[in-house]
């Protein structure tokens, strides 16, 4: 059974770091486009980063450079490092696989994408 455990939220100041990370079971890890998602409240959920199986990385333009997507395939991880965060990235971020990676967001997810639970990232003073 797929299974997506994400970790490493929190509170973190803006102008601060945070690694997340989701560690995947129940699937070819290696085989598969993994990805990040978030969602705001009041907003609608958004694409944030996406990594395919070759480690092609593709971010959101909201993103500017501040993020960085990886993968250990060794030990079925993908993670998000996170710089220079603003109050604007407060939302709950969701790590998924079987997605689409491209260059347009909107076309990341599909029938066959699975969710992590999610975890909780507040940036506030």
């Known amino acids: 059974q797929l299974q997506l455990v994400e970790s490493g939220g929190g509170l973190v100041q803006p102008g601060g770091s945070m690694r997340l990370s989701c560690v995947a079971s129940?699937?070819?890890?290696?085989?598969?486009?993994m990805g990040w998602f978030r969602q705001a409240p009041g907003k609608e959920r958004e694409g944030v980063s996406c990594?395919?199986?070759?480690?092609?990385?593709y971010y959101a333009d909201f993103v500017e450079g501040r993020f960085t997507i990886s993968r250990d395939n060794t030990k079925s991880t993908v993670y998000l490092q996170m710089n220079s965060l603003k109050d604007e990235d407060t939302a709950v971020y969701y790590c998924?696989?079987?997605?689409?990676?491209?260059?347009?967001?909107?076309?990341?997810?599909?029938?066959?994408?699975?969710w992590g639970q999610g975890t909780q990232v507040t940036v506030s003073s």
């Open positions: 129940g699937f070819p890890f290696n085989f598969y486009a």
């Open positions: 990594i395919n199986s070759l480690a092609g990385t």
């Open positions: 998924v696989a079987n997605v689409e990676c491209s260059d347009y967001t909107d076309t990341w997810i599909s029938p066959d994408t699975s």
